[in-house]
């Protein structure tokens, strides 16, 4: 059996519309929500052993506030071009090559297409993952190279405004 997460960044700051897309970082909101979902999916008997995350600052930052949580089981932390301008077959590429030496990754993401690919193991259409979403996948496949949409489904799914309340 295999587990991940597949995490929408936290919430990003426009303030500074000099900066490139790939630089804006967290806003204040993003910046307390990022570890109060990854202690929450600590919480959840969630303990990932790998972060991947898209190079963009605000996916980045999010994935290295699970880092914090999660630090003593983290085996690997490394930025994943695809996960910023990939397509979900791209990121189904990414997951099928997942070194097995992982047990628990989390993939750290973007809309729109982070919620397209949710879809395709979801039994309801999620409308839209919201930032700082977390998204549990579980699939009976046995090796990475063999997840799909025929073997994995949506677990859970965590939302910082749902959990808060």
Partial sequence: MKQLLLVRHAKSSWSDASLQDIDRPLNGRGRRDAPFMSSYCREQGLIIDALISSPANRAYSTASHFYN?????????????????????????????????????????????????????????????????????????????????????????????????
Wanted: with cysteine; proline share 4%.
């Fill in 69 to 165: 949580e999660f630090a003593n089981e983290i085996k690997c932390f490394d930025k994943e071009t695809d996960l910023y301008f990939g397509s979900e077959s791209d990121w189904l590429y990414l997951i099928n090559n997942c070194s097995e030496d992982y047990l628990f990754p989390a993939y750290f993401s973007h809309n729109p297409t982070i919620t397209f690919f949710a879809n395709q193991f979801a039994e309801q259409d999620f409308d839209n993952i919201p930032t700082c979403g977390v998204v549990h996948l579980i699939s009976s496949a046995e090796k990475w190279q063999d997840l799909g949409a025929h073997n994995t489904h949506v677990k859970n799914a965590y939302f910082p405004k749902l959990v808060r309340e």
